[in-house]
């Protein structure tokens, strides 16, 4: 569920955070030096109106801020248990080195890396939403309905209903076979 | 052929019918198996290659992403319902004729199980990462409990088979000779058929029977729920859970049938399986054909009525365009045909509802595929449509898995007797000595 939220979410962002973020991206020709850091942030602008959106910003060995460098943005996941990237989408730079990704937060929560295309230039963050931002797929008028309380009850008393009847199939079989065996024992003795 | 002789005591002929499969085999038998041994080989082949390549060696595709392995999954655990509630519904009733049937059906159910149950795996694309099911469960996931219910079902059908089995192999222990004869000792459990023995095996196989029905029906249900807890057009009915359980009888019904029929034939158990016996099995599968049927009919009419317009798409392709020519097969040759066959006197031979239930088996196989693809390729967003017929892969690994399930039923035989020689003494009061106590005056 955490892990198809997620996608939803990288979706979500790419498409936003590609069409949003197009008019800010400056047309410069790539920069001639190498990238040597990138910073990332979350900002939150004040206005409910306004999405979050995350800026990573690229500068060379000198601290100059580089222009026209692509930035990949991905989310760390954990799907399965195993630690997974999911895409959120790509910017390129402007003229302050800025590359920007606009999200729709899904959860509170998210880890989100910034790394400089082709390059091993990247930087990461623990990013939190304010709750007031974070959209959830549940409709208010049914997220305290009658069922969401069976949704969390219902499945591990269903587990405990599996092992009962797991314990009571084994038990009636491993009683029956030792009973018999038992009961073939003894008759054997009183016949010899 | 194995019939009581004034040569020979009725109850020792029992034994030697029960262990006829375990006779070695003729030319024809051997051929029979080596091609299916080749056959289930290739499928092994065919599914190392799909493991070393990718799921992408399927015909699954983006629009399409369940096909022939789902339908290989539904369809041979129904065909294990079959036999597990034929057995379980007559001996609760007490049914007489049961006799020289419930072997054969506890055998179908679990073999067909125990192949069905590998389909969810065979269709992952990573199945090394099958055992983070057990150590991650997702609580709230249908397939989770899919795979529960499953588990859950293998577990009795295995001691449905097992425990019925214990008094048979100790009256058939002094029959055989050589690793059958250390095999069955040792599975016997000591068994002498004291009163107190009769009493617990008696309690025990009744549980179990109780138990293997709202079980096979849970099984069936929530295989189900993968389909109708979504929101496709052709999935999403109430109906499904009843029609899935309806479909997984009728085509069991017709599986036990089609088994019984051959060996009772290959092996010449016609003294041993009366005719009567599988009559009144067909008779139980043409009320589930027509069942079936009327569900079919039900389904179509409600949606065709409602009239929603992604429902009624699917509904023509299935009807008039694109899998029209599957489904009127099916009508024809999986319910109206096998019906006929067997309401007709004439042909109501073995032959004749052997053949009927080859044709239900088949019939359903196609309706299942009815059921899975088509409203697949009916995209929920965006107009492109799907288009799925099963590649090369999934037909080898599908008929590796038929032929598969043939061999481990032959292959269960040759272990095991074919016929429940305790219990059909016990029906029959002919069979007055039996059981036997065998000696064991060397078991410690």
């Not at chain 2, 795979?147 to 100790?170: N, Q």
């Not at chain 2, 009927?356 to 449509?385: C, H, N, Q, W, Y």
């Given at each position: ?32 030096a ?8 979350l ?62 937060p ?32 549940f ?5 305290h ?7 969390e ?19 009636l079989?491993?009683?029956?076979v ?11 003795g009183?016949?010899? | ?17 029960a ?12 051929t ?11 499928g ?88 983070q099911?057990?150590t991650?469960?997702?609580l ?14 293998l ?10 089995l214990?008094?048979d ?50 099984v069936?249900t929530v295989?189900?729920y ?21 479909a997984?009888i ?6 036990v049938?089609l ?44 949606e ?74 009916r ?18 690994i599908?008929?590796?898995?038929a ?35 065998p ?6």
């Amino acid at each position: 569920m955490i892990a198809s939220r997620g996608f939803a979410l990288s979706l979500t962002v790419a498409v936003l955070g590609l069409s949003l973020a197009r008019p800010a991206l400056a047309q410069e020709e790539p920069a001639s030096a190498e990238p040597a850091t990138i910073e990332l942030r979350l900002i939150v602008p004040p206005n409910p109106d306004v999405p979050p959106q995350f800026v990573a910003t690229v500068r060379d060995a000198d601290g100059n801020a580089m222009p026209g460098i692509a930035v990949e943005f991905n989310r760390e996941l954990e799907f399965l248990g195993t630690k997974r990237t999911a895409l959120l989408g790509v910017g390129t730079t402007d003229v302050g080195g800025a590359a920007r990704l606009v999200v729709l937060p899904r959860q509170e929560q998210a880890t989100v890396i910034a790394s400089v295309t082709g390059s091993d230039v990247s930087a990461g963050i623990e990013a939190t939403f304010p709750e007031d931002r974070v959209d959830t797929f549940f409709d208010p008028e049914h997220e305290h309905g009658l069922l969401t309380p069976l949704r969390e009850v219902m499945p591990p008393v269903i587990a405990a209903v599996v092992a009962l009847l797991w314990i009571f199939i084994i038990g009636l079989v491993v009683t029956t076979v030792r009973r018999i065996k038992r009961l073939g024992h003894r008759e054997e003795g009183q016949i010899a | 052929m194995v019939v009581p002789t004034e040569s020979r005591s009725h109850r020792q002929a029992l034994i030697d019918a029960a262990l006829a499969p375990q006779r070695h085999p003729g030319r024809v038998l051997t051929t029979v198996a080596i091609v299916l041994g080749i056959i289930v080989a290739t499928g092994v082949g065919a599914y190392i290659y799909q493991l070393m390549s990718g799921i992408g060696v399927t015909a699954l595709n983006d629009e399409v992403f369940w096909g022939i392995y789902t339908v290989d999954l539904v369809a041979f655990i129904g065909f294990s319902y079959g036999g597990a509630l034929v057995s379980a519904i007559l001996r609760l009733t007490g049914a007489a004729w049961r006799g020289p049937i419930t072997r054969i059906a506890e055998g179908t159910a679990l073999v067909t199980l125990a192949v069905g149950a590998l389909f969810p795996v065979i269709h992952l694309g990573h199945p090394e990462r099958v055992w983070q099911f057990f150590t991650q469960p997702q609580l709230d996931s249908p397939l989770l409990w899919d795979m529960v219910a499953i588990l859950t079902y293998l577990l009795v059908t295995v001691f449905l088979f097992s425990i019925p089995l214990i008094p048979d192999l100790a009256i058939a222990e002094t029959s055989v000779d050589g690793w059958r004869k250390r095999l069955y000792r040792r599975l016997s459990m000591n068994w002498v058929g004291t009163p107190e023995q009769e009493r617990v095996l008696g309690r025990a196989t009744t549980a179990l029977a109780i138990l293997v029905i709202p079980v096979a029906v849970m099984v069936h249900t929530v295989l189900s729920y993968a389909f109708s807890l979504t929101s496709r057009p052709g999935w999403f009915s109430t109906i499904f859970g009843p029609y899935f359980v309806v479909a997984a009888i009728y085509s069991g019904v017709a599986v036990v049938i089609l088994a019984t029929v051959l060996y009772r034939r290959i092996y010449h158990l016609e003294a041993w399986i009366e005719e009567r016996s599988v009559r009144y099995l067909s008779y139980l599968m043409i009320a589930l054909g027509v069942l079936y049927g009327y569900f079919t009919f039900t389904e179509i009419t409600t949606e065709g009525y409602v009239g929603e317009e992604s429902a009624t798409n699917v509904l023509f392709t299935i009807l008039l365009r694109d899998y029209s020519v599957a489904f009127w097969t099916f009508v024809l040759l999986g319910l109206v045909v096998p019906i006929l066959l067997v309401a007709w006197r004439r042909t109501r031979t073995p032959l004749g509802m052997g053949v009927a239930s080859a044709l239900v088996i088949l019939g359903m196989f196609l309706k299942r595929f009815l059921i899975v693809v088509p409203p697949l390729t009916r995209p929920l967003v965006g107009d492109e449509v799907g288009i799925y017929f099963p590649g090369i892969v999934e037909i080898l690994i599908t008929a590796g898995a038929a032929a598969g399930m043939i061999l481990l039923l032959i292959g269960l035989f040759r272990v095991f007797p074919v016929l429940g020689i305790h219990e059909m003494a016990a029906l029959g009061n002919e069979f007055e000595d039996l059981p036997p106590i065998p000696d064991r005056g060397d078991t410690s």
